[in-house]
């Protein structure tokens, strides 16, 4: 794991992606901290890091679209996945290589409440809480990033598939509007799931049989709750689809709160992409 680690990382720190990614962070967390905490004078720099959560739409898909997605083109994952070495670990060497590349401009950006210290009261804690739960936010969008860099061998398509699906978790709040928080909404939503998870599941497998009995059961669960208990999918969809809003985990932490909720929901988050990122890669190593 240490030698993965070590070889990502100096692939950042020899390219101009590390660099790019880095600039790029602190261009934008610059000017919001000129504009907010300096020529507005505020103390809260909460909410200046809330104001740039934008950038992991534009900063994720840099840093992870060739992680994995550069290994398959060009053919060296194949020497890498038959190496004598468990893939979670090489996984873990390349996922914490992007964590420590995300670190040195947070550690720069953690500058920037002593910069305001020299010219008012700040509340540090505060400010440092807010920075923590930005760090694991990106954390946690790393690790979606690794793993849509996994089920594809283009880095072009892994950067559009990051932005896409970060993008939809960024407007998951405009997005719950569109549906009804009637029970009979979230039932139709719920079947549509199982339909779609039995076409994935055909897709990973070949196995028509499968697929099918998986969705059938799925789907006849679904009816059947519904007939029983109808008022359980009362606004279900709404409560699912807001567990899908990553960003939204940090709300907490820009009002100066170390939320225990929040930062086991990252870190959950975490740990599910990277074991189905080792899935993806275990699948394609023993087909």
Do not use: H
Not at 128 to 150: D, K
Not at 153 to 158: G, K, L, P, R, T
Not at 167 to 181: A, Q, R, T, V, Y
């Amino acid at each position: 794991m240490l030698a993965v680690y070590k070889k990502e990382l100096r692939g950042y720190l020899t390219s101009m992606i590390g660099y790019v990614f880095v600039a790029f962070v602190l261009l934008i967390s610059g000017i919001y901290f000129t504009a907010y905490n300096l020529q507005f004078a505020s103390p809260d720099f909460g909410m200046t890091l809330n104001s740039v959560t934008f950038i992991f739409l534009i900063i994720t898909p840099i840093l992870t679209m060739k992680i994995l997605a550069e290994e398959k083109k060009n053919k060296t994952d194949q020497l890498l996945w038959t190496a004598p070495v468990p893939v979670w670990k090489v996984v873990m060497g390349k996922y914490l290589s992007m964590v420590t590349m995300y670190l040195i401009p947070v550690a720069i950006v953690g500058l920037y409440p002593l910069i305001m210290g020299k010219y008012g009261t700040v509340s540090y804690a505060m400010a440092y809480t807010a920075l923590l739960g930005f760090f694991f936010l990106g954390c946690a969008q790393i690790a979606v990033g690794m793993f849509l860099s996994s089920v594809t061998e283009s880095q072009v398509i892994a950067a559009v598939l990051t932005f896409g699906v970060l993008f939809c978790s960024f407007m998951m709040d405009g997005i719950e509007s569109f549906f009804s928080d009637t029970a009979i909404t979230s039932m139709v939503a719920f079947l549509l799931l199982a339909i779609l998870l039995g076409v994935v599941l055909y897709q990973m497998t070949k196995t028509l049989s499968l697929s099918v009995g998986v969705s059938v059961i799925l789907g006849a669960s679904v009816v059947l709750i519904y007939f029983i208990k109808p008022e359980i999918y009362s606004g279900l969809i709404q409560k699912v689809l807001g567990l899908l809003a990553i960003a939204n985990q940090f709300d907490s932490f820009v009002g100066g709160v170390l939320d225990i909720t929040g930062i086991f929901y990252m870190l959950s988050v975490i740990c599910i992409f990277v074991f189905l990122t080792v899935q993806c890669i275990q699948k394609r190593r023993w087909s």
